[in-house]
């Protein structure tokens, strides 16, 4: 069993920063790609960030400039730093972790449970 726990959502004003959290617990044996994905109301759930094993990660055009998406491999976390936030990133934040249970298994991403990012004045 794996769980992943989110945490740091919350209401900002525009402009303002939140930095969101995700830790994976449970049957790991290692983990490959991290990521965070957003849904707004009445909008299909789209990729925010991603990062890999190696490091490289990769941005929607949206937030590119704005969000930085790291990993710490010892706490299998992955964080989301949000600066310049604007109305329109107002979501419901998924993050996506790629895991691989046991050295005979193959990989299979698990999702948090979401958190709340409301950016208004």
């Known amino acids: 069993q794996v769980q992943l726990v989110e945490s740091g959502g919350g209401l900002v004003q525009p402009g303002g920063s939140l930095r969101l959290s995700c830790a994976a617990s449970?049957?790991?044996?290692?983990?490959?790609?991290m990521g965070w994905y957003r849904q707004a109301p009445g909008k299909q759930r789209e990729l925010v960030a991603a990062?890999?094993?190696?490091?490289?990660?990769n941005y929607a055009d949206s937030v590119k400039g704005r969000f930085t998406i790291s990993r710490d491999n010892a706490k299998n976390t992955v964080y989301l730093q949000m600066n310049s936030l604007k109305p329109e990133d107002t979501a419901v934040y998924y993050c996506?972790?790629?895991?691989?249970?046991?050295?005979?298994?193959?990989?299979?991403?698990?999702w948090g449970q979401g958190t709340q990012v409301t950016v208004s004045s």
């Open positions: 990062i890999n094993s190696g490091g490289r990660t």
């Open positions: 449970g049957s790991i044996f290692s983990i490959n790609v």
């Open positions: 996506n972790i790629d895991i691989r249970s046991t050295y005979y298994s193959g990989n299979t991403g698990y």
